[in-house]
């Protein structure tokens, strides 16, 4: 995620890590890696989101950090359930 895809809209399907009031963290255990994905919703967000689930996010491209966690901006949450 650089400056060129600053902006654009993505989508996300990965397993939920953690799960803040107004933002989740999600990572995909199959991959070794260690970057994960912030989604950060504008509003509060009314869907029940368990840690451990699969779900699919979508939202503008924010930022990557130097951990390589990329963050995501006025997500909304498309699917939750398991694989």
Do not use: M, W
């Not at 799960?19 to 009314?46: A, E, I």
């Amino acid at each position: 995620a650089n400056e060129r895809f600053k902006g654009k809209l993505v989508a996300v399907r990965d397993v939920v890590e953690r799960v803040g009031k107004h933002d989740v963290s999600l990572r995909n255990p199959t991959t070794r890696d260690t970057n994960s994905v912030k989604c950060k919703f504008g509003r509060d967000y009314k869907e029940p989101i368990q840690v451990g689930s699969t779900i699919t996010v979508q939202g503008t491209l924010d930022k990557r950090g130097i951990t390589g966690t990329v963050g995501l901006n006025e997500c909304v949450v498309l699917t939750t359930g398991q694989f």
